[in-house]
């Protein structure tokens, strides 16, 4: 009798549901269809095509045997994304840079069916963003919001290209905000939020309800991998910076405050009568650097980055890793218990990052970098981050992982010292698995 009670009352509640007005007194009952009408068609979906050449151990004996040429076969692999037009005129549209990373051909469908070919203007691993581009009419933009406005709280909408399905929405709200000291992922300022994210949303919308871009989706928090309710987006104030540098620069361009941190232990929050949550301990300050114009000294505990609170290492280094080139940087720090506040300026010869061949001809195709604070108690130099494939650095013979420790004898300890001791030519010092080789570069 229960069950039979149990079944009537989920019988009159679905009838209850089918029924429900459209309106109550006259008024229309709320609905996010008219703004989702304006957004969708600034939502694409973003298919790549991979090719690989893998060689089999087979095809190769027989090939020796009988004196054939050995031919490597290939492996298309594809994926699909998600994207959003920002600039209707140019054809520019954000989206991941894992979406598109290593792609060999790139293609955008279009809400209204229409399908193009997009070439990648620039796109950056440390964000997680990529511009691409399409040439096409009548496109759609979807308006930038300030996403430093957002509120834990406020209701968002998701709008990307599930499991391949095709265009899905879906909502919830602003479950965090500054999320930071995610697994795997590079410089991290994360809106989270727990509307549906899963596979194939990536390089998708999250929107406010006045239609605006407040995020690009971008990774999810899964034991399983489908949706939890744990979702994370790139701000899209972080999403429209990093576009300004790839369209100028195809590259986005770090700069660095010159300190080496290290986290507050117990025994070091004792010695400096701080909490161990209070800031970063500064153990090293580089030479000619912003923060040794700034006059900070080791043994300062910088506290806070334009003014945001600085707890962690980690964090310090998602703060630094974000700061662009040319700007202004207050840095508040104590020192003997003092509180301090200092103004200094990251230049264009601050970087933190350059491409080779911004260097040296020869060494196009390589990424450099400063050398990474976690190594730099048992090594100095420039650290090559990655050499492409049959570049001119690659047959110079650098590859990724190489240290080059002086430039004609003279020892570097940064891209800045590497940049103005370059010449046409020149002989690097490089350091590789626990040897040292001279790379000469000619003019």
Same mark, same amino acid.
């Given at each position: ?17 089918? @029924? ?13 269809? !008219? ?5 969708? !068609? ?98 759609? @933009?979807? !308006? ?88 994370? @987006? ?210």
């Amino acid at each position: 009798m229960k069950s039979l009670t149990f079944v009537f009352c989920v019988f009159a509640f679905k009838s209850l549901m089918a @029924a429900l007005p459209t309106a109550v007194d006259g008024q229309p009952l709320p609905s996010l269809a !008219p703004v989702l009408e304006q957004v969708t !068609p600034a939502v694409v979906n973003v298919n790549t095509k991979s090719v690989q050449y893998v060689r089999s151990r087979n095809n190769d004996f027989y090939s020796w045997f009988y004196g054939l040429p050995s031919a490597p076969r290939e492996r298309v692999t594809q994926s699909l994304g998600s994207g959003v037009i920002i600039d209707a005129v140019q054809g520019l549209i954000l989206t991941n840079h894992h979406v598109v990373n290593d792609a060999d051909e790139i293609s955008v469908v279009l809400h209204d069916g229409r399908q193009f070919d997009a070439r990648l203007i620039g796109s950056d691993e440390g964000t997680d963003v990529a511009v691409i581009q399409i040439e096409a009419k009548d496109l759609t @933009a979807l !308006p930038l919001a300030d996403s430093s406005e957002l509120r834990v709280g406020d209701f968002v909408v998701a709008v990307g290209n599930p499991f391949g399905l095709g265009q899905t929405v879906t909502s919830g709200i602003v479950s965090a905000l500054g999320r930071t000291s995610l697994s795997g992922l590079g410089y991290q300022n994360f809106i989270q939020t727990d509307a549906s994210i899963n596979p194939g949303n990536s390089g998708g919308a999250l929107i406010n309800l006045n239609g605006e871009l407040v995020g690009i989706n971008t990774a999810i928090f899964s034991p399983s991998g489908g949706n939890v309710g744990i979702g994370f @987006a790139i701000p899209s104030s972080l999403a429209e910076r990093m576009m300004r540098q790839l369209v100028a620069y195809g590259t986005v361009r770090r700069g660095s405050l010159g300190i080496q941190v290290q986290d507050i232990t117990d025994r070091l929050s004792q010695a400096f009568n701080i909490a161990i949550n209070q800031g970063v301990l500064v153990t090293a300050v580089d030479p000619e650097s912003p923060a040794e114009r700034a006059g900070l000294q080791a043994g300062d505990v910088v506290t806070y980055i334009n003014g945001q609170k600085i707890s962690s290492s980690k964090q310090f280094q998602n703060f630094e890793g974000l700061i662009e080139l040319d700007s202004d940087v207050t840095v508040g720090f104590l020192r003997e218990g003092k509180e301090l506040r200092k103004l200094t300026r990251i230049s264009e010869i601050d970087r933190s990052e350059m491409s080779g061949q911004e260097l040296h001809r020869e060494l196009t195709g390589s990424v450099l970098i400063n050398l990474p604070h976690k190594y730099r108690e048992n090594y100095q130099g420039v650290f090559v981050e990655s050499v492409e494939r049959s570049s001119s650095a690659w047959q110079l013979g650098l590859r990724a992982g190489d240290l080059i420790t002086a430039v004609d004898k003279n020892d570097i300890v940064n891209l800045k010292q590497l940049n103005k001791r370059m010449a046409k030519k020149v002989v690097l010092s490089i350091y590789r698995n626990g040897r040292y080789y001279l790379l000469p570069l000619s003019d």
